[in-house]
């Protein structure tokens, strides 16, 4: 990445905590201007410019992205990442719960890349990278939800990179991989997970 985006405005959900605020300090590192729009930004980075946002609340990112365009003046890059868990097989959640996951999983996406998406179109350098999961490819037992959602990042972020390329913006995706439990017992990898 080096180099790549010196001088660049980042926007990273969920980036005030785990791997959004790792990808966040990259950037950072790797000289990008950082925006964290987070539902609880307390935890974010001090070097970052932090906005309260909930990205399954429209009003809330579109405030949120008018934020950091007013302040920054431009947008380039998109690190659609942030995203919670949801534990058990097909009977485990409710519709309430099925609606919620997939409101801030997958069509958060949709609303903060629409927010900046007229940012975006003016960048010289413009790229949205959704974080996706291994649950998007491979069957997990007793994550039913979890993986829809991801299944649905996986092929939500497919649609984008046939899509915005067409005006300059280049769409990809991330798939962590939980770390195995540690031996002895215990729980590997934070709730948002796998
Ligand atoms: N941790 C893993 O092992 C793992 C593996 C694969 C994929 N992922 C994915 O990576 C992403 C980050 O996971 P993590 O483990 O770092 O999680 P995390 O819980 O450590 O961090 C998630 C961040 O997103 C924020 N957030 C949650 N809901 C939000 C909302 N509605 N609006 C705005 N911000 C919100 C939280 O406040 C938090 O800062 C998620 O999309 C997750 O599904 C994680």
Redesign the pocket.
């Known amino acids: 990445m080096s180099g790549q985006v010196e001088g660049l405005v980042a926007i990273v ?9 790792a990808i966040a300090r990259r950037l950072h590192e790797e000289g990008a201007q950082v925006a964290v ?4 930004p307390s ?1 974010a980075d001090e070097r970052f410019a932090a906005f309260t ?4 609340d429209r009003a809330s990112v579109d405030a949120a992205v008018a934020g950091v365009a007013e302040r920054f003046g431009r947008i380039d890059v998109v690190i659609n ?5 949801a534990q058990g097989d097909v009977t485990a959640n409710d519709d309430d719960e099925w609606a919620r996951v997939l409101s ?2 997958v069509t ?1 996406i949709a609303r903060v890349t629409s927010a900046a998406l007229p940012w975006l179109r003016r960048s010289p350098a413009a790229a949205v990278c959704n ?5 998007s490819t491979t069957g997990l037992p007793q994550r039913a939800l ?1 993986s829809a959602s ?1 299944g649905a990042v996986s092929a939500l972020t497919r649609a984008m990179a046939a899509h915005h390329p067409r005006e300059g913006i280049r769409g990809s995706a991330g ?5 195995a439990p540690p031996r002895g017992g215990g729980r590997a ?6």
């Open positions: 959900t969920g980036g005030a905590s785990g791997i959004g605020a729009l987070d539902r609880d935890g946002a909930d990205v399954s990442n942030a995203g919670i868990g801030i999983n958060g974080t996706a999961s291994i649950a979890y991801k798939h962590p991989r939980t770390p990898g934070p709730a948002a997970g796998p």
